[in-house]
């Protein structure tokens, strides 16, 4: 049983969104992966910065659909985001030190983070995009 996984709650209504988010959740199955199996702090920073780099790039597009959407709330959900990239650089900076104590902790953390994030912040703008496509 993976370590995290999609759930149909989960959709926001946009199909390439819902793809990117599942994309998000495989590479943190990778990285829990990786920290079973006692990988070197090297792979496992590795997996940490594919992590962050698609994140990033997650967020940007998110972020993009929403300013061009005109939504109201984009500021705060893009706060919620900088400050997620921010943690999970914190963490990649102490896997790069190969602090043991971590693992569980980022684990943790980030199968939390994001599905609390997409439930409770990505789905509040179901409604306001689905509005603006039948406009
Ligand atoms: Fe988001
Ligand atoms: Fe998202």
Redesign the pocket.
């Known amino acids: 049983m993976p370590f995290t996984e999609w759930k149909n709650e989960y959709s926001v209504g946009v199909p390439e969104?819902d793809a990117?988010?599942r994309r998000l959740l495989d590479i943190i199955n990778q990285l829990h992966h990786a920290m079973k199996m006692g990988g070197k702090p090297t792979a496992i920073v590795e997996v940490i910065n594919e992590l962050i780099g698609y994140t990033r790039y997650?967020?940007a597009y998110?972020e993009r659909i929403l300013e061009d959407s005109g939504y109201a709330d984009l500021e705060e959900h893009r706060r919620k985001h900088r400050a997620m990239v921010a943690q999970v650089e914190t963490f990649r900076d102490s896997a790069a030190e190969g602090k043991a104590t971590l693992s569980l902790k980022l684990m943790g953390f980030l199968r939390d983070w994001l599905s609390k994030?997409?439930l409770e912040t990505?789905k509040q703008y179901s409604d306001h995009l689905a509005d603006r496509r039948a406009a």
Do not use: V
């Open positions: 969104i990117q988010h997650h967020f998110e994030h997409i990505d």
